[in-house]
């Protein structure tokens, strides 16, 4: 079976954006702005691109994370580094971190395709990805690539929220579902702030709509839902490819897959944010 061109892309330039998050360089950029700790420069950087709001916004917008943990990053993060210092950052980290995955590897045909994408993404009720949209471009290809894979993470990720939305799974909930498929309760959990008692509400709401069992497995119906969801998470993300061509969204597949192979093995697996662990294949043409 073919996957949907989206979610193939996704698998593509989702580990090139999540060096922001993971890679030592980084972390180090956002202790040199003032944000000691994962989870500032994580809240931060992230949010930057709304300007110095509150919890509100990104509990609401960010989805997955519990309440309490948005409200002990913020707006406590702007006390320690504006906005604009933490974007500077954040650039400044990804290509620095991706300087040092990708010491000779060419980036510049990659950067350009997938800017061309960025640059076509609809932007209404995309929060996250029009906030990204609205930064300058970078002039260096490898800052480049990093803020093109960042504007169609966001972009996704913006629609995926209106796919969980409207198949009534809230936060907590998603995360319970993805955990009942393949990603572990460990992993998750901690990772998003959720409690034992809302984690255990989440998953009894879940089952009583017949989506889990009673050990906490996807049932046939919940894998149903869960794939709805995926379909149309797709199915939003795929402007930026019909407006690129299939010729050259395949041409960026190309360019981008020796990247992203590198970029993936410096990554951790599994992780919170469901990054794959293998590189998506070439597909049949």
Known sequence: MVEPVA??????????HAVTYFAAEARAAYEQAGLRGFWRGYFASRSAPLGPVGPGPVFATFYGFARPM????????????APA???????????????????????????????TAAQAVDLAG???????????????????????????????????????????VDGCASLVLRAGLDLGRDVLQPARGW?????????????KRGLLDADGRITDAGRTVHDEIERITDALADGPW???????????????????????????????????????ADQPR
Request: charged letters at 25%; proline letters at 9%; a negative charge.
């Open 7 to 16: 979610r193939r892309m996704w698998a593509l330039f989702e580990p090139v």
């Open 70 to 81: 948005v409200d002990r990053a913020l707006p406590a993060v702007w006390s320690l580094a």
């Open 85 to 115: 210092d933490v974007l500077a950052a954040r650039e400044r980290g990804a290509r620095a971190a991706l300087a040092a995955m990708l010491p000779d590897a060419p980036v510049t045909e990659a950067a350009t395709l997938a800017r």
């Open 126 to 168: 995309r929060t996250l990805g029009a906030a990204n949209a609205d930064l300058p471009w970078p002039d260096d290809p490898l800052a480049t690539l990093w803020h093109a894979s960042t504007i169609l993470r966001e972009h996704r990720g913006d629609g995926h929220v209106a796919a969980l939305l409207a198949a009534e």
């Open 195 to 207: 409690t034992d008692e809302e984690w255990t509400d989440a998953a009894d709401r879940l089952a």
């Open 242 to 280: 019909r407006a690129l061509g299939p010729d050259r969204t395949e041409r960026l597949a190309d360019v981008l897959r020796p990247i992203t192979v590198r970029v993936s093995a410096a990554l951790p697996h599994p992780n919170p944010i469901g990054l794959p662990a293998d590189v998506p």
